[in-house]
C-alpha cells in the first residue's frame, strides 16, 4: 500500500472508532453536548474522506467543520485553566484528545486532496496537535497514546524520502554542540566532593544504601559506559537529535526563565528544533533562557529510548527516607525516568526529592551541590497558589554564591549570614562530566547547575 493510503486509511479507520465507541454516562451536561457536536464532526469527516477522489462533491460545508472542531479543541482546553490538573474531569481530556486527532484528519484529507503527499507546513501542523493531545491530554480516550505514536511513525517513515528543511539546515552546522563553560565552573573543595567509585556490583551497592549509616552521594563513573546515547547514536550531535524527532518538528515543553521560583518563570510548548536554535545552539545565545526540565520525554519519543538503558541499581533494594517517613510515596514498579536539556546557566533550584535518585551526564557538564535530609539550614518554602513549596528551599545557591543576580532583593547582610549558615552544614558537591552517575539518595536536597549545553536523564525508584 503506498504511503499515502496507508494514512488515509488509518484515520478513517480511527475516526470510525471514534463514532462507534460506546457512549459513557456524563454528568456533566456540557461535556456531554460538546461531545455529541465532536461525534457530529467526525460523521462528516468520514463523508469528506469517502467523497476523496470521487467526480461528485460532498455537501459537507467544510468551513462551518473547520470552525466547530476548532471551538471544541478551545472549549476542552479552557477546562485545563478552569480545574487544577489532577482533578480535571476525564471526559474534558479524551474530548480534548479526540478533537485534536479528529482535526489532524481534517488537515491530512485537505492536502491529500490536492497533493500527492502533506507539504511541511501541514506536517508541522499535524505533528503539534498530537504532541498536544499526548503532553496536555495525557492522550487519553479510545485511540490514546499508543495511536499518536503509530500515527506520528506512519508520517515520518512516508516523508522520510524528501528530508525535513530542519535536518538539512543542522548538517550545515556544527557535528556537535559547542560544549564549553561560558560563565566558568565553581572551584570544588577537595574535603567536600563527591567521591567517584567504579567496578561497583548490584549486591555491593545494596550493601552501600543500606549500611549501618545513611547513605551519601557518589559518583559511579562506568555505570552507562555502552549507552548507545554516549556512543553510536551520540545526543551531543544536533542532527541526530533532529532526526528522532522528526525533523525537529515534536513538541516539547520548556520552562522560560532561570528557575521555576523566579516570578518571571513560565512554560511553552514549543517544536524541538526550534528549541535547539532559540536556546541550545550557539546561534541562540542571548535570549530568554529555555529548559527542557523533567519531562517524561522517552514515553512521548520511544526512538530515544532506546539509546538508553536503566541502571541494574535502580533494581536495588532500598531504604525509605531517612528523616520524614511522611515524605515516603508508594513503591514505583518501574523506575520514573525524565530528561533534562538545555543550555549553560539553567538551575534547578535547592530541592529534595521523595525518590533515590540516578542522575546521568550525557552531555556537557552539570556542577551539583547536595545537602542531608537533615540540615537544619535550608528554609524550606510553604504553600504558594496552592501549591505545597515545602520540597523546595527559599535559599537561592546561586545567589548566595555570587554566580547569578539577586532577583530577591536580600540585602547584603542576609546574604552572608546565609552562606555562612549553608558553609556551617555538611554538603558534598561534583562537576559531573559525560558517562558519570550521580546517587542522590532519598531526601537529599540538591542544587543543580548546568555549565555547558548539558543533557543529563535522572531515574526515580524507592
Known amino acids: ?45 468520514l463523508v469528506i474522506h469517502d467523497a476523496l477522489g470521487d467526480s461528485s462533491p460532498h455537501q459537507v460545508n467544510e468551513s462551518l467543520l473547520t470552525r466547530r472542531l476548532s471551538d471544541v479543541v478551545s472549549i476542552s482546553a479552557s477546562k485545563f485553566y478552569a480545574y487544577r490538573f489532577d482533578l480535571l ?10 478533537a485534536l486527532i479528529l482535526s489532524t484528519h481534517h488537515d491530512v484529507l485537505c492536502s491529500l486532496g490536492q497533493n500527492a503527499w502533506l507539504g511541511d507546513a501541514v506536517l508541522d501542523g499535524v505533528v503539534e496537535k498530537l504532541d498536544r493531545a499526548v503532553i496536555t491530554a495525557g492522550g487519553a480516550g479510545v485511540l490514546g497514546t499508543a495511536w499518536v505514536e503509530k500515527t506520528l511513525r506512519l508520517l515520518e517513515d512516508a516523508s522520510s524520502p524528501g528530508e525535513p528543511p530542519a535536518a538539512k539546515r543542522a548538517k550545515r552546522a556544527h557535528a556537535h554542540f559547542a ?26 551497592f545494596e550493601r552501600y544504601m543500606n549500611g549501618d549509616t545513611s547513605p551519601r552521594p557518589v559518583v559511579f563513573t562506568d555505570l552507562v559506559a555502552a549507552w548507545p546515547a554516549l556512543t553510536s547514536r551520540p545526543w551531543k550531535s544536533p542532527c541526530y537529535l ?21 516570578p518571571d518563570w513560565g512554560q511553552e510548548l ?26 517524561d520525554l522517552f514515553s512521548q519519543i520511544p526512538s530515544l529510548r532506546g539509546d538508553i538503558c536503566t541502571p541494574d ?14 515524605r515516603n510515596k508508594a513503591p514505583v514498579d518501574v523506575p520514573l525516568v525524565n530528561a533534562w536539556f538545555g543550555p549553560a546557566r539553567t538551575i534547578t533550584p535547592l530541592h529534595t526529592d521523595a525518590y533515590h535518585n540516578l542522575l546521568v551526564q550525557v552531555v556537557g557538564t552539570k556542577y551539583v551541590r547536595l545537602y542531608p535530609p537533615w540540615s537544619k539550614a535550608m528554609r524550606p518554602r510553604g504553600e504558594e497558589d496552592g501549591v505545597d513549596m515545602s520540597n523546595t528551599s527559599s535559599l537561592d545557591v546561586g545567589v548566595l554564591e555570587g554566580w547569578d543576580e539577586d532577583a530577591q532583593g ?51 525508584w524507592n
Not at 181 to 200: N, Q
Not at 282 to 295: D, K, S, T
Request: proline share 8%; aromatic share 10%; hydrophobic share 35%.
Open 313 to 326: 541499581f535502580c533494581w536495588s533494594s532500598v531504604p525509605m527516607h531517612p528523616a520524614d517517613p511522611a
Open 410 to 460: 536580600m540585602t547584603e547582610e542576609e546574604r552572608e549570614a546565609a552562606k555562612s549558615e549553608l558553609e556551617s552544614e555538611e554538603y558534598w558537591e561534583c562537576v559531573l562530566g559525560e558517562g558519570d552517575t550521580l546517587l542522590i539518595p532519598m531526601g537529599w536536597w540538591h542544587y543543580v547547575r548546568s555549565l555547558s549545553v548539558s543533557f543529563s536523564v535522572s531515574f526515580w
Open 89 to 98: 474531569p476525564c471526559q474534558w481530556r479524551q474530548i480534548h484528545t479526540d
Open 1 to 45: 500500500m503506498a504511503p499515502r493510503d496507508e494514512v488515509l486509511s488509518w484515520y478513517r479507520a480511527a475516526t470510525e472508532t471514534l463514532i462507534s465507541a460506546p457512549a459513557k454516562d456524563d454528568p456533566d451536561p456540557e461535556s456531554a453536548a460538546v461531545n455529541v457536536l465532536l461525534q457530529r464532526q467526525a460523521k462528516a469527516l
Open 270 to 295: 514549543v517544536p524541538f528544533g526550534a528549541f535547539l536554535s532559540s536556546h541550545v545552539s550557539p546561534e541562540g545565545g542571548g535570549g530568554e533562557v529555555g529548559y527542557l526540565a523533567q519531562h
Open 179 to 204: 560544549l564549553g563553560e561560558p560563565y566558568g565552573r565553581p572551584a570544588l573543595s577537595p574535603d567536600r566532593t563527591c567521591p567517584a567509585r567504579s567496578g561497583w556490583s548490584l549486591a555491593a
Open 242 to 262: 533532529l532526526s528522532r524527532t522528526f525533523g525537529g518538528r515534536r513538541l516539547v515543553p520548556v520552562e522560560i526563565g532561570r528557575s521555576y521560583v523566579d
